[in-house]
């Protein structure tokens, strides 16, 4: 009997201590990167800064001007007069010109602009995320508007997830608002 007793209480025991040992302490995960710091990454990996943010010239040669991040071309800006037939005369012959700070393009399709992508009311305040993503994904302003020019990557931005978009978004959303309203696009010269 005592043989029994015995036998009882290790059998409870057992189950108990077989789920102790086998549990490990969870393992601390990394915290979780935040939407904005996600974006940030995103933007400075993508180049966004190469045209979207006018450049300042130092002894390096030209740099991002920080006070003006992602504000787009420089509304005040006159572009230079090309002479004629240097670019856009014959839409089979591709080539193209940018000013000194890399913010307007002109090529066949005429000359773009690169957009003002700061939370300021002539840049992307009144847009949402659903939105952006919907530029990025059709390549058309606001989703379903005009079509994004050259050089404007959004066929590489486009095969991003909604998650990391929305990340960009959420950065662009966190910087400083910087008024510059952006010209429209010119068409090309009809020759």
Same mark, same amino acid.
């Given at each position: 009997m005592r043989t029994a007793s015995l036998a009882r209480p290790f059998r409870l025991c057992f189950p =108990?201590? +077989?789920v102790v040992a086998c549990s490990s302490p969870q393992a601390k995960s990394e915290p979780a990167q935040s939407a904005v710091a996600? $974006? +940030?990454y995103l933007v400075n990996f993508g180049g966004c800064n190469d045209c979207h943010t006018p450049k300042v010239f130092s002894a390096a040669g030209p740099a991002p001007d920080t006070t003006r991040l992602l @504000? $787009?071309?420089? +509304?005040? *800006?006159?572009l230079p007069v090309l002479p004629a037939g240097v670019v856009g005369a014959d839409p089979t012959k591709w080539g193209a010109v940018t000013t000194g700070d890399l913010t307007a393009w002109s090529g066949p399709w005429g000359t773009s602009f /690169? /957009?003002? =992508? *700061?939370?300021? +009311?002539t840049g992307l305040a009144t847009w949402n995320d659903s939105l952006f993503i919907a530029t990025m994904r059709t390549g058309k302003h606001w989703g379903s508007g005009r079509q994004i020019l050259p050089p404007m990557p959004w066929? @590489? =931005?486009n095969v991003l997830t909604d998650d990391d978009l929305r990340a960009v978004f959420a950065y662009l959303r966190s910087i400083k608002p910087v008024a510059n309203l952006v010209p429209q696009p010119v068409p090309p010269a009809v020759p």
């Open positions: =108990l201590i +077989a996600r $974006g +940030a @504000s $787009g071309h420089p +509304a005040e *800006t006159q /690169a /957009a003002n =992508l *700061t939370p300021d +009311a066929f @590489s =931005l």
